[in-house]
């Protein structure tokens, strides 16, 4: 199906499409026009008004060709799918059609309801909008009926049925002439919100949002329903198979064919059925998402920079010894410049939503494209064979918890009562190991295990080697309740952040304080900088998922960390 160019609908008489087919984003929908002897039906007009304008020279040119009314529907009231419709500047041609939306939807629309039209998450203020056509109101789907609208000097005529397909699931449906023996079929589909419909002409069928109802950002927006969303995904698979449908045409993205829509709608039905308990998304949400996510990429550029910095130093040595073969390797595994351009792509879009050219919503849409891409650089390398396994492990936690939040869930709490003084301990144990052994070099027996030996002499960078570790236990302090794996990553990380700030001594403390248990990490330093810097808001969000609270302290004698921890009661 090309786009902007009039063409017939498979199936009809003599129904013509006329689809505008865009990029996907958050602002704008795709319009799609349908033009019949006695109606000209233009779907979803859009959210940008050079799109608008496109529209309604098309709508001008068929009306030309054959004055007859125009009636725009809309798959729902979500914003980006109409607000062009009701702005100054709109021509003479749109301003007398008649807006037709599902009972639900217009009730949204002439109250003014920002919920449900998600304009607070699309920044825009909320305009009443009459409805000129209320579709599959609670009267039609009680029995079937012919109707008949006086609209002007019009009749909007329409037959509804109900289709009983099993046990607790029936289809409302209602069939509009479109002149000629064709007609449009609007069929009742809540999904992401509870008005939202399909319309099929012919062959073809307009399924709006469908394909990004269970998507990250979207599941859990204001009417979202997994209920509705798995009973429509059933509907519309039935829709599919009886109506002899080619092509599904999507609000957002290119047109898909029959058989790709039902490959993508059992995923999707298996996927939305995982969808429970998900947080709302709202613009406190995504406000919120979009500060962690900004902090998120920060964090995720320092560990990758970190990775990618002892490749290059791995394959520098690798080269200087002429093991040419292992030194390109090493150099295959990331690409630096494509980490680069995905760091500053998200930093140029962070510095626009600042300037207020892009929204809360938008960003944190952008921060899950990255995380996507990162986790793709990682997955399928051999890092683990030169990179502490430690940051690597550190570095996929933080992937994965922001996809986790991104899909509307928080981040997994494995809890358990844990020997705090044990296991730092073992911490310490970990950090001050060596994973290399001198003897591996000089005792190889082939080539290859004198590589391997030598890449783990190479990878090794001991941060604590000039550094004074110390731990005062109190003996007196229980078991502390907290995610175990999660703490002892935050640990070394604070630990090596300390050590890279130059710290000489580095104290760890546990202190029983009634109910809590604190643990204090404290560096011997000069200085006017904390080394947790601006991660501070990160370490905390990170140790609240742990279970602890965190408090930084900068004094004259050095910079300190305080964890708080939940104590066992006795």
């Known amino acids: 199906m090309e786009t902007m160019i009039s063409q017939p609908v498979e199936g009809t008489e003599g ?12 602002m704008s929908s795709n319009s799609y026009i349908l033009s019949g002897p006695s109606q000209i039906a233009l779907i979803d007009p859009g959210g940008l008004a050079d799109q608008l304008g496109i529209l309604e020279a098309e709508v001008g040119r068929l009306q030309d060709e054959l004055m007859r009314p125009v009636v725009v529907y809309l798959t729902h009231v979500h914003l980006d799918h109409w607000i062009q419709l009701k702005q100054s500047g709109m021509g003479r041609r749109l301003q007398e059609a008649f807006l037709a939306v599902q009972e639900e939807g217009a009730k949204a629309l002439e109250k003014q309801d920002s919920l449900m039209t998600l304009s607070g998450l699309l920044g825009r203020p909320m305009i009443r909008v009459p409805v000129d056509i209320r579709l599959l109101s609670a009267v039609d789907k009680v029995a079937a009926f012919r109707q008949s609208l ?16 099993a046990q607790d699931l029936v289809l409302h449906s209602a069939v509009v002439p479109l002149g000629g023996g064709d007609c449009l079929e609007i069929y009742h589909t809540p999904r992401h919100s509870p008005d939202s419909i399909c319309l099929r ?62 490959k993508t ?65 090493l150099d295959s595994l990331l ?17 626009e939503l600042k300037a207020g050219k892009k929204l809360d919503w938008e960003l944190v849409h952008k921060a899950g494209q990255t ?53 730092i301990g073992e911490i310490l144990e970990q950090v001050r190991h060596k994973s290399y052994e001198e003897e591996a070099i000089l005792e190889a027996e082939s080539q290859e295990d004198y590589l391997k030996a030598l890449k783990a002499r190479i990878a090794h960078n ?25 703490f002892s990553d935050i640990l070394i990380d604070i630990l090596e952040r300390f050590a890279g700030a130059k710290m000489k001594k580095i104290k760890i403390a546990t202190f029983l304080n009634g109910d809590w248990v604190l643990v204090r990490i404290s560096g011997e330093a000069l200085g006017s900088t904390h ?12 140790l609240a998922l742990c279970g602890g609270l965190l408090q930084t302290t900068l004094q004259a004698d050095g910079p300190s960390v305080e964890i708080e921890l939940s104590a066992l009661e006795e």
């Open 335 to 351: 690409d630096s410049r494509v980490l680069d351009g995905l760091f500053i792509d998200f930093y140029n879009f962070a510095m």
């Open 15 to 26: 129904i013509t499409i006329y689809p505008y087919i865009r990029k996907i984003d958050l």
């Open 371 to 423: 995380v996507g891409r990162l986790d793709k650089l990682l997955k399928g390398k051999k890092l683990d064979m030169v990179i502490d396994q430690s940051l690597l492990s550190r570095v996929g936690r933080v992937l994965s918890d922001y996809s986790v939040a991104y899909r509307g869930f928080r981040p997994p709490y494995y809890v358990s009562y844990v020997d705090i003084n044990g296991l």
């Open 150 to 165: 006086a609209l002007k000097e019009w009749s909007y005529d329409y037959a509804t049925k109900s289709t009983e397909m």
């Open 462 to 486: 001991d941060l604590f080697e000039d550094v004074e570790l110390s731990f005062q236990s109190d003996s007196h302090a229980p078991f502390v309740r907290m995610d175990r794996e999660r």
């Open 531 to 542: 080394p947790l810097g601006q991660a501070s808001r990160f370490f905390e969000r990170n």
């Open 201 to 262: 002409a012919g062959s073809l069928l307009s399924v709006g949002d469908l394909f990004f109802a269970p998507n990250p950002g979207m599941a859990g927006a204001y009417g979202w329903s997994q209920q509705d969303l798995l009973a429509s995904i059933q509907k519309i698979l039935w829709i599919l198979e009886k109506e002899k449908i080619s092509f599904c045409c999507s609000g957002h993205g290119k047109p898909i064919d029959a058989q790709m829509a039902r």
């Open 265 to 329: 709608l059992q995923v999707m039905y298996t996927d939305a059925a995982s969808l429970k308990d998900l947080e709302e998304v709202s613009p406190q949400w995504a406000k919120r998402t979009a500060a962690y996510a900004q902090d998120l990429i920060v964090e995720l550029e320092r560990s990758f920079t970190i990775i990618a910095g002892r490749l290059a130093y791995m394959g520098h040595i690798l080269n200087e010894l002429e093991e040419l073969k292992d030194a390109e390797e």
